[in-house]
Structure formats: C-alpha cells, structure tokens
C-alpha cells in the first residue's frame, strides 16, 4: 500500500514542476544574438550585434579592420559567446549598416584623421548602452583589428575598466594616430598583439609595442596570413587562441 500511495502522489505533481527545475538549470546559458541600435553622443546610429552570455560574465567588443563590417568577427563572437562571455560585434561609423549621421549617409571614405580618432566614441556608446539595457556584466574587454586596434587602445589607455586587449594587425600611426604613447599608458595589463611577417607595417608595429607593454603580453607571428581577421581564416588556431586569452584574463 505504501508503495502504491508513493506512485500516486508523484502521479498527480504537475508536470510543469519538473520543467520549472529545468528551466532554472538552463538560466544561465546564453541566449541567442540579437540586432541592436546605438546612438553616439555626436549623431551616429550604430548597427550592431549583441550575444548576452552568463550574468556576472566579462563583456568583449569586437572592432573590424577598416573598410569592413562585423561579420567578419562572427566567428569570434560565437567562440567567446559558447565561453559563457557577453559579446558585441558593431559595425564602427561611416561602415556597414552604421553609416547615417544626423539623417544623412555619411562613410569612412570621407573621414579625416580626427573623424577615425572619434572611434573611441562608439565604444564608449556601446558600452553604456549595454549597461542601460541591464546586462550584467563583468570585466571589460576590446578586441580591434587594423585602425580600431589602434581606437581601442586609445580607449583601453584613458579607462581602467578595460582589463584585457587584443590588438589584431596593429599599426604605429594609422591616420595618425600614435599608438606608443597609449601603450605606455595602458601600463600593466595584459595585451594579445597578432600580426602577418608580410604585412610589414603590422608586424614592425608588433614588435615595437612588445617592448613597451610593460604588462603581460602575448606575441603571435603568423606567415602569409593577411590583415586583421582576416589571420583567422589562414591559421584558424589563432581564432582559439584570442577566445581562450581573454577569457583567461577576463576572470
């Protein structure tokens, strides 16, 4: 009789209690990736793409080469947003879908030397947006390929926030922008620097940089392998290895 009272109480719980307990061990899994809009402070619509990892988890913006466009770090996106990571992949000012400024189209062919400087202002902007829209996060991360290496370590140097940077193809001067002086600022955090022996000007800059972090630094010297991420379609390896760097030194 014991037995039989036992069978019928579990007969008549709700199923839905078994899918609650379910439901509660999924919650922290990341959710799928969804467009988004930011408004700059100085007039730009930024197109972009968010995937929202673990609560409590770092928060990585990814940066594209110039004349390029997010989806070239899908790949990225989904390797650190499978780590548990929140990760943005925008298209910057003046490319992609993020070319209207104050109502009118506006791309980075007509850009001066201080329009790519004012990149920083997209991170900052996206940044808050996130923050605005709830998501909880934890420590900061930029990833920058070619001209938005060198934005993002100008950001990176001016706010301490940002624990960890990774610099794809990075140049001493693009559009003139210097790139020692930040590096020296950035002080002693640590910095992942890629760059192909072909693409001399990125592979000089690298080991230029590499003296002057003063912090933990990672070197990877590729051969033949393009401009930006571009590298991870040559040696896909790299790819891991930027996904596993960050999320070791995002902790």
């Not at 990225?76 to 925008?90: D, E, I, S």
Request: glycine content about 10%.
């Amino acid at each position: 009789m014991k037995i039989l009272a036992a069978i019928l109480v579990l007969t008549l719980i709700p199923a839905a209690a078994f899918g609650a307990k379910k439901k509660t061990d999924q919650s922290h899994e990341p959710s799928a990736p969804h467009e988004i809009t930011v408004q700059t402070p100085d007039g730009w619509h930024l197109r972009g793409t968010y995937y929202p990892g673990k609560p409590g988890s770092p928060v990585i913006l990814l940066m594209h080469k110039l004349g390029s466009e997010r989806s070239e770090f899908t790949g990225l996106a989904k390797a650190l947003n499978a780590r548990g990571c929140n990760v943005a992949a925008y298209d910057a000012r003046g490319h992609g879908e993020s070319t209207q400024l104050d109502g009118k189209k506006v791309t980075y062919e007509s850009f001066s030397d201080n329009d790519f400087e004012n990149m920083t202002m997209d991170i900052a902007a996206v940044l808050k947006y996130l923050h605005q829209k709830g998501a909880g996060f934890g420590p900061i991360g930029l990833v920058g390929a070619s001209i938005q290496s060198s934005t993002g370590l100008l950001y990176a140097a001016k706010h301490p926030e940002v624990k960890a940077l990774v610099l794809l193809s990075p140049g001493l001067s693009y559009h003139n922008i210097d790139t020692t002086r930040p590096m020296k600022e950035y002080g002693a955090r640590p910095v992942f620097m890629a760059a192909s022996t072909e693409d001399e000007e990125s592979y000089e800059t690298v080991k230029r940089l590499e003296k002057i972090a003063a912090g933990p630094k990672k070197t990877v010297i590729l051969t033949d392998a393009g401009h930006g991420a571009q590298m991870f379609q040559k040696d896909p390896k790299l790819l891991g290895q930027v996904a596993d760097w960050l999320t070791a030194n995002l902790k």
